[in-house]
C-alpha cells in the first residue's frame, strides 16, 4: 500500500496581512491627519498675511499680496519681545522645577521605597482631575508677600507637576531593581544613587516630563492674570489676550501675533518629538 503523498499547506493570506503589503489606506489615514492638524495653521497663516482690506473683501481667499510687515508691526505694537523674556524665564525655571519634583517623588513611589505605593499612584491620578485652587493659590502669595512677584508665580507653575510623577513612576519600573540594590552593596548614597544612575537613565522621561510642562507654562494663562497686577510681567499668553482686546477688529493682525505666540512651541517640538516619543514609549512599557 503506498504512503499517501502530504501536500504542502499553503498558508492563506489573512486579511491583516493584505493590509499589511497595501500601506495605501494608512497613508490616507496619515494625509487626513496631517490636514486635520495643518489646516488651521495654514489657515491662520493665510490670513495674517492679508491687509486689512484684503480680509474684508474676503476672508477665506487666499492671500494674492502678502504683508509681511503685519508680523513686524504686531510685534512691536503687542510688546511681545518683553513678554518672550518673561515667558522663557517662567518656562525654564517652572519646568525644570516640576521635574525636580517628579523624579524626586515618582522614583520612591515607583520602587515601593515609601509606604502606600498605591495610594500615591491613586493621588497622582486624582490630582489631573482637580480644578485649580486660584483663591487658595492667591491668599497664600498674598501672606507670603509673593504676589505680583515672578518668584511666586515660578513657583505655582513649578509645583502643578500634573502627569509627571505618574508618568516618571511607570518609567522607572523600566530599570532594573538588581541595580539598585548593587548600588546599595557598593555603599552608595539614596542622593548619590538617584543622581548619578537614576537621573542618566531616565534622561528620555525627564526630557519628555520637562517638555509636557514647558508646553503647559508657555501657553498658561488664567494664574498669570489672578498673580499679576503689574502687565509688565505678564507671560506671552496673558500679553496676547491683551493684545486681543486691543485689536480685535484687525484679524490680520491678530493672526500674525497668534503666529508670533505660537511659533517657539511649533517649532521647538519640530526638535524634540524623537525625545517626547521615546518618553512617552518608555513610560508605558516600564
Same mark, same amino acid.
Given at each position: 500500500?503506498?504512503?499517501?503523498?502530504?501536500?504542502?499547506?499553503?498558508?492563506?493570506?489573512?486579511?491583516?496581512?493584505?493590509?499589511?503589503?497595501?500601506?495605501?489606506?494608512?497613508?490616507?489615514?496619515?494625509?487626513?491627519?496631517?490636514?486635520?492638524?495643518?489646516?488651521?495653521?495654514?489657515?491662520?497663516?493665510?490670513?495674517?498675511?492679508?491687509?486689512?482690506?484684503?480680509?474684508?473683501?474676503?476672508?477665506?481667499g487666499?492671500?494674492t499680496?502678502?504683508?509681511?510687515?503685519?508680523?513686524?508691526?504686531?510685534?512691536?505694537?503687542?510688546?511681545f519681545?518683553?513678554?518672550?523674556?518673561?515667558?522663557?524665564?517662567?518656562?525654564?525655571?517652572?519646568?525644570?522645577?516640576?521635574?525636580?519634583?517628579?523624579?524626586?517623588?515618582?522614583?520612591?513611589?515607583?520602587?515601593?521605597?515609601?509606604? %502606600?505605593?498605591?495610594? /500615591?499612584?491613586? #493621588?497622582?491620578? $486624582? =490630582? !489631573?482631575? &482637580?480644578?485649580?485652587?486660584?483663591v487658595?493659590?492667591?491668599?497664600?502669595?498674598?501672606?507670603?508677600?509673593?504676589?505680583?512677584?515672578?518668584?511666586?508665580?515660578?513657583?505655582?507653575?513649578?509645583?502643578?507637576?500634573?502627569?509627571?510623577p505618574?508618568?516618571?513612576?511607570?518609567?522607572?519600573?523600566?530599570?532594573?531593581?538588581?541595580?539598585?540594590?548593587?548600588?546599595?552593596?557598593? %555603599?552608595?548614597?539614596? /542622593?548619590?544613587? #538617584?543622581?548619578? $544612575? =537614576? !537621573?542618566? &537613565?531616565?534622561?528620555?522621561?525627564?526630557?519628555?516630563?520637562?517638555i509636557?510642562?514647558?508646553?503647559?507654562?508657555?501657553?498658561?494663562?488664567?494664574?498669570a492674570?489672578?498673580?499679576?497686577?503689574?502687565?509688565?510681567?505678564?507671560?506671552?499668553?496673558?500679553?496676547?489676550?491683551?493684545?486681543?482686546?486691543?485689536?480685535?477688529?484687525?484679524?490680520?493682525?491678530?493672526?500674525?501675533?497668534?503666529?508670533?505666540?505660537?511659533?517657539?512651541?511649533?517649532i521647538?517640538?519640530v526638535?524634540?518629538?524623537?525625545?517626547?516619543?521615546?518618553?512617552?514609549?518608555?513610560?508605558?512599557?516600564?
Amino acid at each position: 500500500m503506498s504512503a499517501a503523498v502530504t501536500q504542502p499547506v499553503t498558508p492563506q493570506k489573512t486579511p491583516w496581512r493584505q493590509r499589511q503589503h497595501s500601506p495605501g489606506f494608512s497613508y490616507v489615514v496619515v494625509a487626513l491627519l496631517l490636514f486635520v492638524f495643518l489646516f488651521p495653521l495654514l489657515y491662520l497663516l493665510n490670513t495674517a498675511l492679508k491687509s486689512p482690506e484684503a480680509y474684508v473683501a474676503d476672508p477665506v481667499g487666499i492671500v494674492t499680496d502678502p504683508q509681511w510687515s503685519n508680523f513686524a508691526k504686531a510685534w512691536e505694537q503687542g510688546n511681545f519681545g518683553d513678554f518672550i523674556m518673561n515667558t522663557v524665564l517662567y518656562t525654564i525655571c517652572g519646568a525644570s522645577l516640576g521635574t525636580f519634583i517628579a523624579l524626586v517623588m515618582g522614583f520612591p513611589v515607583a520602587r515601593g521605597y515609601i509606604k %502606600g505605593g498605591k495610594l /500615591w499612584n491613586a #493621588l497622582f491620578v $486624582f =490630582v !489631573l482631575f &482637580l480644578p485649580n485652587a486660584l483663591v487658595t493659590q492667591y491668599q497664600m502669595l498674598l501672606r507670603l508677600d509673593l504676589y505680583n512677584n515672578r518668584l511666586g508665580y515660578i513657583l505655582m507653575v513649578g509645583v502643578g507637576v500634573g502627569i509627571g510623577p505618574l508618568l516618571f513612576s511607570g518609567f522607572v519600573k523600566s530599570i532594573p531593581l538588581e541595580l539598585d540594590e548593587a548600588a546599595a552593596l557598593d %555603599g552608595v548614597g539614596y /542622593w548619590s544613587y #538617584l543622581w548619578r $544612575f =537614576v !537621573l542618566p &537613565l531616565s534622561r528620555p522621561a525627564l526630557v519628555t516630563i520637562f517638555i509636557l510642562q514647558a508646553v503647559w507654562i508657555w501657553n498658561e494663562i488664567i494664574l498669570a492674570t489672578v498673580l499679576f497686577s503689574d502687565s509688565s510681567r505678564w507671560p506671552i499668553a496673558a500679553g496676547l489676550n491683551a493684545f486681543k482686546g486691543t485689536y480685535s477688529n484687525d484679524w490680520a493682525l491678530l493672526s500674525a501675533a497668534t503666529l508670533i505666540v505660537a511659533a517657539p512651541m511649533i517649532i521647538g517640538y519640530v526638535f524634540i518629538q524623537k525625545h517626547l516619543v521615546n518618553g512617552v514609549v518608555g513610560a508605558v512599557k516600564g
